[in-house]
């Protein structure tokens, strides 16, 4: 089975700050991470991935991700957060021989101006 | 950019009453998925659909759940006779290909009250 959690439900930030959104995963075989972006009364929009190379993927908006294999952590981080940024975010894992996406519970991300 | 996009936005629906929910995936998919989010919990995998027939599909797709591919465009999830407790989000999602390091992209979602 493979699983996701997101320890922290909210996180606020200050703009113009570095913003870290954790995530950690458990899956058999390798994993293949994805962070997902949710706005109000919005669906899911795809920010991420990793797959396999570079343990840093970059991804939209100037979000990027460090995967950690020995931590299985597949962190979220921008530089320097905009209020734009604020909203709801989602790791994301497939792994082994599954076809679905198993989602954390989601962090809400504040960032005050 | 392509959309993945959900009619209705919202369903208000009667319990014991058949519901259906419509998607149409981005054109040149081929995998579909459904996908579900109680309000507070998470996003729950229901199904996925290629070629004319489930590949997957979870425990909570029972037998009261059904999807379809009616046409060359829209993909649909029925659910015959709804309970209180399907009340819920209900999100499509489409990609290009099954492999494991292709993103899904959703829709906007459908929002079920089963009153």
């Known amino acids: 089975a493979q699983s996701v959690a997101q320890p922290e439900d909210q996180v606020n930030v200050a703009e113009g700050n570095p913003l870290t959104v954790k995530c950690t995963y458990s899956?058999?075989?390798?994993?293949?991470l994805f962070w997902y972006v949710q706005y109000p009364n919005r669906g899911l929009q795809f920010l991420l991935k990793?797959?396999?190379?570079?343990?840093l993927v970059k991804g939209s908006y100037g979000f990027e991700a460090e995967f950690n294999k020995s931590q299985t952590s597949f962190h979220l981080k921008k530089p320097s957060a905009l209020v734009s940024d604020s909203a709801l975010y989602f790791c994301?894992?497939?792994?082994?021989?599954?076809?679905?996406?198993?989602f954390g519970s989601g962090t809400q991300l504040t960032v005050l101006p | 950019e392509p959309e993945v996009t959900q009619t209705p936005s919202h369903q208000v629906t009667q319990m014991g009453q058949e519901v259906i929910l419509r998607c149409v995936p981005i054109?040149?998919?081929?995998?579909f998925y459904w996908y579900r989010q109680i309000l507070g919990q998470k996003v729950e995998f229901l199904v996925s659909?290629?070629?004319?027939?489930?590949?997957?599909k979870s425990e909570i797709f029972d037998d009261q759940f059904s999807v379809e591919r009616p046409d060359g465009s829209n993909f649909t999830l029925k659910i015959r006779s709804t309970k209180l407790e399907d009340s819920a989000m209900y999100f499509c999602?489409?990609?290009?290909?099954?492999?494991?390091?292709?993103?899904?992209?959703f829709g906007d979602g459908t929002r079920l009250s089963i009153l």
């Open positions: 999602a489409s990609s290009s290909y099954m492999g494991a390091n292709q993103p899904q992209h």
């Open positions: 899956v058999s075989g390798n994993p293949y």
């Open positions: 990793y797959i396999t190379g570079d343990n």
């Open positions: 994301a894992v497939r792994g082994g021989s599954a076809r679905q996406l198993t």
């Open positions: 054109s040149n998919h081929l995998y």
């Open positions: 659909f290629y070629n004319n027939e489930i590949s997957e």
